[in-house]
C-alpha cells in the first residue's frame, strides 16, 4: 500500500496567491483529515471527512480555508488569499470507518511558505 | 475536551526501557487515551490506545491507571528509531467522534 499521498511535498508562494494543497487517502479508508502543524500552534485539526461529507470543520482559521472532497480517494484544501502567517506543514490523514480500528495514517505533509 | 499533561523531554540511553508518563484527571468514562509519535520531519504515527484495560502490540505497552488518571506508555528497549515526540491524547468516543486533539508531547530523546 503507498500510505497516504500528498502533493506537492513543498509549495512557496507569494501573499496574495490561491494555494491548493492535495491529498489522497489509503484505498479502502473513507475518514480522512486534514491537519496543520506550526511551532506555536503545535498540530491542530481543520477538518475531517467521513464518506465524503465534513464532519467538523470548526478548526478551520477562516473563511479563506476551504476543503473539498469530491470522491472517496481525493481531497483539496484550498487557501485563498494566502498569508504569511499560513506558513505551516499540513498534514493529511485517513482511516477506516470500521469497528475498533481508530488508527489514522498520516502522510508525510506539505511545507507551505507564503513570503 | 479533557486534558493531558506530559513532561516536555525525556532521555534514554539505547536498549533500555522508557516509561513515558501522561495524566489526564479530568478524564470522563467514555474517553479512550490514544498515542501517537512523530518522527523527525515526519507525520505523526499511531503507538498504542486503550480504554480501561492495559494493552500491549509490537510497538509497545500502554499502562493505565486503575482510576484513569493516569496512563504510561512503555517502550521495551528503546532504539535510536525511538527518537520522537511522543502525543497522549483523550479521543471522546460519545458520539463516535474522530477528533484527535494534540498537545505538545513528550521529546523522546535516545542516546546510543
Known amino acids: 500500500d503507498a500510505g497516504v499521498i500528498q502533493s506537492p511535498r513543498h509549495e512557496v508562494t507569494e501573499m496574495g496567491q490561491e494555494v491548493t494543497l492535495r491529498c489522497k487517502p489509503i484505498s479502502g479508508h473513507n475518514s480522512l483529515f486534514w491537519y496543520r502543524q506550526t511551532m506555536m500552534r503545535g498540530l491542530e485539526l481543520l477538518i475531517y471527512f467521513n464518506n465524503n461529507v465534513p464532519i467538523d470543520d470548526s478548526g478551520m482559521p477562516e473563511d479563506r480555508f476551504s476543503a473539498k472532497m469530491p470522491n472517496a480517494s481525493f481531497s483539496t484544501l484550498k487557501i485563498q488569499p494566502s498569508e504569511p502567517r499560513d506558513s505551516a506543514v499540513y498534514f493529511c490523514?485517513?482511516?477506516?470507518?470500521?469497528?475498533?480500528?481508530?488508527?489514522?495514517?498520516f502522510g508525510p505533509g506539505t511545507r507551505l511558505t507564503v513570503t | 475536551d479533557a486534558k493531558t499533561t506530559q513532561p516536555n523531554s525525556m532521555e534514554s540511553n539505547e536498549e533500555e526501557p522508557v516509561h513515558l508518563p501522561c495524566n489526564h484527571s479530568t478524564i470522563s468514562g467514555t474517553d479512550y487515551i490514544h498515542w501517537y509519535r512523530q518522527l523527525p520531519s515526519q507525520g505523526p504515527e499511531y503507538v498504542i490506545h486503550g480504554l480501561t484495560s492495559n494493552v500491549n502490540n509490537r510497538m509497545a505497552s500502554l499502562a493505565i491507571a486503575e482510576d484513569r488518571k493516569s496512563s504510561t506508555l512503555i517502550l521495551h528497549r528503546a532504539t535510536l528509531r525511538d527518537a520522537a515526540v511522543y502525543y497522549c491524547?483523550?479521543?471522546?468516543?460519545?458520539?463516535?467522534?474522530?477528533?484527535?486533539?494534540f498537545g505538545t508531547g513528550t521529546r523522546l530523546q535516545v542516546f546510543p
Open positions: 490523514a485517513s482511516r477506516r470507518l470500521a469497528g475498533e480500528d481508530y488508527e489514522q495514517y
Open positions: 491524547i483523550l479521543r471522546d468516543a460519545t458520539y463516535n467522534t474522530d477528533k484527535l486533539i
